[in-house]
């Protein structure tokens, strides 16, 4: 981080949110542990996009979905500060709820007038239960919600790469595939810091271009 004096005035808040699975069957196979170490190791590597952009701050939020959704980290927490709490799988898998809490906090009451783009990154391992179409248009509906950045990654062969290929809504950026706890850490990593890149760049153009995605490998 920069050590400028004001600098920490002139930063612009990127509001960073991971949306993850917390559904049932994430508990087969330790999807859910695979998750819970994916996002610790992905952390430190966020924290090195943010430094290298000194004129943004980026804020960690955390949401989780089974049956129903509720925030797992709902304070904006700065990168340098969060620490990654541990969730657990349990019930149905109701995106559509995640998307109206997420909508919320993306409503211009809730979002500062300089902040950048948010960042979100979309985590699941299978077919959405409840009215996720609605929820993505009333999220898309808010500015904050069109302008943000999206990155999605499905965990298993069940996972819906159709409904994650629909909420980035880029035809540049096709969801990752995760296929075994050890890719899992590489795919959450380069969808967290791709997001997160992509959103401080419109702040700083001169960032140094991000490496390419890892491969994809069949679970």
Known sequence: MSERPG???SQRPLHFFVVADCSGSMAADGKMQA???AMREMLPHLVEVADLNPHSRVL???IGFSTGASWHDAAPT????FRWNDL?????????AALDLLAEALSPEHMEARALPPAIVLISDGLPTDDWTGALDRLLAH??????VRAAVGIGRDADLGALTTFIGRDDTPPLSASNPEQLVQMIRWASTHAGRVASVLADPELPPEPEPVSEVVW
Request: hydrophobic fraction near 40%.
């Open 7 to 9: 600098a920490a005035l």
């Open 35 to 37: 998750l819970n170490v």
């Open 60 to 62: 960690v939020r955390v």
């Open 78 to 81: 700065d990168v340098h500060d």
């Open 88 to 96: 657990t799988a349990g019930g149905y898998t109701d995106l559509g």
């Open 143 to 148: 500015p904050w919600g069109e302008r943000s």
